[in-house]
């Protein structure tokens, strides 16, 4: 196996997907793919398994290109576990999770087939008419 040194996973800390650095293995039985992983928003350690990781990057984006997607526009509003097309990238995706940024715009985190995991702005005008 590949060594990953960085992954992206759910944070309970900070409640959303964020980027992780492997720190180490866990030891004992039937640990292999369990790591400890440092947080690089919140800075917090926790054990997370790169398996179900590796499994539901490969399976989960399969075959979306024939759902109903909704064409992403930053104007627009999505729902986790909804399905997009990005026109200018032509590629599919599905919401992993939303968040609020600093500047408190909205966000989505978009894992698509041929990008990768990217971070896209939504209801960006219901924002500004604040």
């Known amino acids: 196996m590949a060594r990953i040194k960085n ?3 759910f944070c309970n800390s900070c409640g959303s997907i964020q980027k992780m650095e492997i720190t180490s293995s866990v030891t004992g039985e039937e640990s292999e793919y369990k790591k400890w992983a440092k947080c690089k928003s ?3 350690v926790m ?7 590796l499994k539901s990057a ?4 399969e075959g979306i290109e024939n759902e109903d997607c909704k064409k992403y526009s930053p104007l627009s509003t999505f729902e986790v576990g909804e399905t997009i097309y ?5 590629d599919f995706g599905r919401v992993l999770s939303k968040e609020i940024l600093s500047n408190g715009k909205s966000s989505i985190s978009v894992e698509f087939q041929k990008s990768g995991l990217k971070k ?4 960006l005008n219901n924002q500004e008419a604040r």
């Open 7 to 9: 992954i992206e996973a």
């Open 42 to 44: 919140c800075k917090q």
């Open 47 to 53: 054990v997370v398994d790169i398996s179900d990781i």
């Open 58 to 61: 490969n399976t989960s984006l």
């Open 86 to 90: 990005h026109e200018n990238w032509d």
């Open 120 to 123: 896209l702005i939504e209801s």
